[in-house]
């Protein structure tokens, strides 16, 4: 299976926060957040990763990063500054081509063992375009809040879910042609999107990543550090 990591926002709360680097290499556990995902993703079986980078020039050092690594035969970096999460997603998915493939941001920290449940196909059924990971560990300012079934059907997202257990943790597995829902429309952010598909009935399943983080600022890499301290490494 191919993946996409999306790396292409401006960074501002990193910047804010007075980090130097750019997120894809921020360190947590000594070692760049982009090197936990790839980590990640390879020894789950990932053949290969396409990854878009912002044509901001402090993503320069991504790039250079990513050539010397040794997986670089199986890494593509593109460079293009889109204007939405949403945009970026799409980007993405064009590079991949037809699923099934997996897309997760830059800064999603999770353990191996979730992502390789997440990933058996078989556990989903048939019908099943796009698979959400989603967490109870909820740090975000913002969350992007999932209503389920027991089974694992969602059925609400966004304002209009009620239950406020879990929240996306930044991981999607897409198993079937999602592009044409929307009709077009050019959405703010991926939300919407995600949104929109649960409410036209498209088969949407969340998998419980019991630990994930996205890292946005330098509470929530603490707040990693600490958890994972406790229950070892991400991998």
């Known amino acids: 299976m191919k993946a996409g990591i999306f790396a292409a926002g401006m960074g501002s709360r990193v910047r804010e926060a007075g980090w130097t680097v750019p997120k894809p290499l921020v360190k947590l556990q000594d070692r760049p957040l982009v090197r936990h995902v790839l980590d990640n993703l390879f020894r789950a079986d990932i053949e290969s990763v396409d990854i878009l980078l912002n044509k901001e020039s402090i993503l320069d050092a991504v790039e250079s990063y990513l050539l010397d690594v040794p997986e670089a035969g199986r890494i593509r970096t593109w460079r293009k500054t889109t204007t939405s999460s949403y945009e970026s997603f799409c ?15 830059v800064d999603a920290i999770f353990h191996l063992e979730d992502l390789r449940d997440f990933l058996r196909i078989d556990a989903y059924p048939p019908s099943c375009m796009l698979a959400l990971a989603v967490t109870d560990l909820v740090h975000d300012d913002t969350p992007l809040w999932v209503d389920c079934t027991t089974e694992g059907r969602v059925q609400r997202m966004g304002a209009s879910a009620s239950q406020k257990r879990y929240a996306t943790a930044g991981v999607y597995l897409v198993l079937g042609d999602v592009r044409p829902f929307g009709g077009g429309k050019a959405f703010g952010a991926l939300r919407e999107f995600l949104g929109l598909l649960v409410q036209e009935g498209a088969s949407v399943w969340a998998k419980r990543f019991p630990i994930a983080f996205d890292i946005d600022c330098p509470d929530d890499l603490r707040a990693a550090e600490s958890v994972l301290q406790t229950h070892g490494q991400v991998h």
Request: negative net charge.
């Open 91 to 105: 980007y993405i998915m064009d590079r991949l081509g037809d699923p099934p493939f997996l897309i997760t941001t």
